[in-house]
């Protein structure tokens, strides 16, 4: 069956950017910090703020690093690019970090979900992740079989891409969750943001597998944050929305997190008391949905987020 990417006619595809670097503990922190700062200063333009050659000292690290530090930040919705300025903070960058943030050492593990939903859930810089946590069902991962199939799934959407791109990125991809501990630094391996997840195994050398099941450090109120989203990607406008998709849809909670089914009711259970009544469950007459009020806002949807602190 062919397989196309979520949200097609939405986002462009985007398969590079980290220059083969996971993403590393205080990265997103380092960049909110640095794009704040330069908003607070006063500079007219943050454009060569990761490219410029005080980079350097600015990060603490080399040239592509930085350019590293950029790609994630962005993708994981902390900064945004800025016609006039170059660089922006975004609301979720300031709520996390910013003033009074809920975690500004990125210590909390909610923030660790949270970076995999904005890389597997949404994707909009992170194709591979969307596409590997989405698409590929089966019960172990063969890197040469992931990169023959996202080759086809590149090709089905008229993605120009190389497959050494394409290489790279898988490989990027799953090191952010399994650090390869026979090669990289015992730094690497510390410093890994999603590998505390422990959503991907290593069962031999080149081959994982997806844990699936409880995620007992999600949140509730991440994973309300999170079917918000999803809803609003796959049916916006609607009331209800259906245990079914919720549990097994493309990019829905339940895929994107690998819960099993019987998690995905015990978390929709208690909607009602996580988000206090702005989300219920309902189940009658062989119709188990999720219902919302449509006047819920993004300031509620950011309480959702801030309870997961709690």
Same mark, same amino acid.
């Given at each position: 069956m062919k397989q196309t990417d979520l949200n097609l006619d939405k986002d462009k595809p985007?398969?590079?950017?980290?220059?083969?670097?996971? /993403?590393?503990? *205080?990265?997103?922190?380092?960049?909110?910090?640095?794009? @704040?700062? &330069?908003?607070?200063?006063?500079?007219?333009?943050?454009?060569?703020?990761?490219s410029n050659d005080d980079a350097i000292v600015k990060f603490?690290?080399?040239?592509?690093?930085?350019?590293?530090?950029?790609?994630?930040?962005?993708?994981?919705?902390?900064?945004?690019e800025s016609e006039e300025f170059g660089f922006t903070t975004t609301p979720?960058?300031?709520?996390?970090?910013?003033?009074?943030?809920l975690d500004p050492y990125q210590e909390h593990p909610t923030t660790a979900w949270l970076i995999h939903w904005k890389l597997a859930g949404e994707g909009k810089r992170s194709t591979t992740w969307r596409w590997l946590f989405n698409y590929v069902l089966e019960p172990t991962l063969?890197?040469?079989?992931? /990169?023959?199939? *996202?080759?086809?799934?590149?090709?089905?959407?008229?993605? @120009?891409? &190389?497959?050494?791109s394409l290489k790279r990125d898988i490989e990027c991809c799953l090191r952010c969750y399994v650090p390869r501990s026979t090669e990289d630094s015992p730094e690497d391996i510390s410093d890994s943001v999603l590998g505390e997840l422990s959503l991907i195994n290593q069962t031999s050398r080149g081959h994982f597998e997806f844990s699936r099941g409880n995620k007992r450090s999600l949140k509730d109120g991440l994973f309300a944050y999170s079917l918000i989203n999803f809803w609003e990607s796959h049916s916006p406008g609607t009331a209800t929305i259906s245990f079914e998709s919720i549990?097994?849809?493309?990019?829905?909670?339940?895929?994107?997190?690998?819960?099993?089914?019987?998690?995905?009711?015990?978390?929709?259970?208690? /909607?009602?008391?996580?988000?206090?009544?702005?989300?219920?469950?309902?189940?009658?007459?062989?119709?188990?949905?999720?219902?919302?009020?449509?006047?819920?806002?993004?300031?509620d949807k950011f309480n959702f987020l801030v309870s997961a602190y709690a």
């Open positions: 985007h398969f590079s950017g980290h220059e083969t670097f996971p /993403l590393r503990q *205080l990265w997103l922190k380092k960049a909110y910090s640095q794009v @704040k700062e &330069s908003i607070d200063i006063g500079a007219k333009n943050s454009r060569g703020l990761f603490g690290v080399g040239k592509n690093m930085a350019s590293a530090i950029r790609h994630w930040a962005l993708a994981c919705g902390i900064i945004a979720l960058g300031d709520k996390l970090f910013g003033d009074d943030g063969d890197t040469e079989n992931l /990169l023959s199939n *996202l080759q086809s799934f590149a090709k089905d959407n008229d993605y @120009k891409i &190389s497959p050494t549990a097994h849809e493309y990019g829905s909670p339940g895929r994107v997190f690998k819960l099993d089914e019987a998690t995905v009711l015990d978390r929709v259970q208690g /909607l009602n008391d996580a988000t206090k009544g702005k989300l219920n469950w309902s189940d009658t007459a062989g119709m188990k949905q999720v219902s919302r009020k449509l006047d819920l806002t993004e300031k």
